[in-house]
């Protein structure tokens, strides 16, 4: 069960992520989606949903592997 939900909380910012880069590639190609005024500010908006969403999948397998102690020396934490 844990696995699932793992996987639901990864599917969900990737989908994010996706409709973001559809927003930019909507933006070259010139084509106006709905919510949005003009291209520029769909390109943005779609540049910071991509943003958003990678962050989030990179920010959770960091987690992750910092918890297994899977990362570099140089990111674990000092001790002071």
């Known amino acids: 069960m844990g696995r699932f939900i ?3 909380i ?4 990737a989908v994010i992520a ?3 880069i559809k927003l930019m590639r909507d933006t070259i190609f010139t084509l106006l989606n ?3 005024p003009n291209l520029s500010v769909q390109f943005i908006a ?3 949903l991509f943003l958003a969403g990678l962050g989030f999948i990179g920010g959770f397998i960091f987690h992750r592997d ?3 102690g899977k990362i570099a020396p ?5 001790k002071q």
């Open 74 to 78: 140089r990111f674990k934490k000092r």
């Open 34 to 36: 709905t919510p949005y």
């Open 6 to 8: 793992a996987l639901m």
């Open 18 to 20: 996706g409709y973001g």
């Open 10 to 13: 990864l599917v969900i910012p």
């Open 46 to 48: 779609g540049f910071i």
């Open 66 to 68: 910092k918890k297994n």
